[in-house]
């Protein structure tokens, strides 16, 4: 069996740390080990219309933005095809296909579902195709025969609900799917990256974020900024690290080499974590470290951002490009789809054939 990945994300803004340690990372090094087919990122503008569906600029002005953070993160478009997924129309129609395997009860009890509703304030009035849209994103990783789907551990739900309906496609209709499995960022923290102000995660919406596209003194002034123990109030006071929204990015981004160019006086991260709970370290300087730390991590992405922004009209083609290759393989899926449903009338010899010698 071949090795397809898949995974994607919304164009309702800028990607942030979250989405980097979340998935993009993973993304860069699937792509660039090379273990694998084919594989695709998706811009997911139809899925994230469910719930912008009163402000479709919102979706049109970010298209663009997503495919720079996917460029400067290190995606390469003759490793990776990028498209998007309106503009592929078999996956609407994959869609209505597979509603008819799932019940309205399924589709609420998805806890992904569930908490998003809540965040959304939905409760009371939900939308349809909010609704539906873990059958939307079966299609998306079905249509392209994805077995492999690097995702946040907020989406392990989705995937269980795509396996479902690809098991049930295959019970009625013969084998067609293959079942898909998440890839999980490795680390607990990096699964679900907190946000500069605390909150169990870094959302656009909350605006507690860090972009990737965020210069230099937008990173300075959100990391001062960032929640830390609210009982060390003194230098001297012991602090603590649990909970310590600028020591929990320092798990995911320090290295040991940046202790001996920025913070010498201390040996490594577990070094500084000592000193700072038994007291004598103050926040300023912890957060001054974290943002040399960023710092070097977001250069690059910022620069290759900043070339792929004056040759614009290079980074609208390799978006073009991808989305035909990506409506050629959904043509050919869906081909095979409708002749496993006994619905490719016009193509099906043997029913041309049975037609004629019934009414002849």
């Known amino acids: 069996m071949k090795d397809i990945i898949l995974t994607g994300d919304r164009p309702t803004g800028r990607l942030h740390l979250g989405h980097y340690v979340g998935s993009l990372k993973n993304r860069v090094l699937m792509q660039n080990e090379g273990e694998f087919d084919q594989m695709y990122i998706m811009i997911a503008d139809s899925q994230a219309l469910t719930d912008n569906f009163d402000n479709p600029k919102k979706i049109r002005d970010n298209l663009i933005e997503v495919i720079l953070d996917y460029l400067s993160v290190g995606i390469d478009p003759a490793k990776t095809n990028i498209f998007v997924q309106s503009q592929v129309k078999e996956l609407a129609e994959l869609s209505f296909y597979f509603l008819n395997l799932v019940t309205l009860s399924r589709l609420e009890r998805n806890p992904t579902v569930k ?59 013969g084998q067609t799917f293959v079942e898909p499995k998440a890839v999980l960022p490795e680390g607990k923290v990096a699964r679900r990256m907190p946000g500069i102000d605390g909150s169990a995660k870094m959302s656009k919406s909350l605006n507690n974020a860090i972009y990737l596209a965020d210069d230099k003194k937008t990173l300075k002034k959100k990391v001062m900024s960032m929640y830390t123990d609210p009982n060390h109030v003194n230098i001297e006071d012991p602090g603590q690290v649990e909970g310590n929204i600028v020591f929990t990015y320092l798990d995911v981004f320090a290295k040991d ?10 040996k490594n991260l577990e070094d500084l974590k000592d000193h700072y709970s038994n007291g004598g370290v103050g926040d300023v300087k912890v957060k001054k470290f974290l943002i040399k730390v960023l710092e070097e991590e977001l250069a690059p992405i910022r620069e290759r951002r900043a070339n792929y922004e004056k040759n614009i009209d290079q980074v609208f083609t390799i978006l073009e490009e991808g989305t035909r290759k990506a409506q050629e393989v959904g043509r050919a899926k869906i081909e095979e789809v409708k002749k496993a449903m006994g619905i490719d009338y016009f193509d ?11 009414y002849n």
Request: glycine share 4%; net charge negative; proline share 6%.
């Open 257 to 266: 080499d940046q202790f001996e160019r920025y913070l010498p006086e201390f």
């Open 348 to 358: 099906d010899d043997n029913l041309k054939k049975l037609i004629q010698e019934k």
């Open 115 to 173: 908490n998003e509703i809540k965040q959304r304030g939905f409760e009371n009035s939900i939308p349809a195709g909010f609704l539906v849209y873990p059958v939307s994103q079966a299609a998306d990783i079905l249509l392209f025969d994805a077995n492999i789907v690097p995702v946040g551990e907020d989406q392990e739900p989705m995937l269980e609900q795509a396996r479902e309906i690809a098991r049930s496609f295959n019970n009625i209709y």
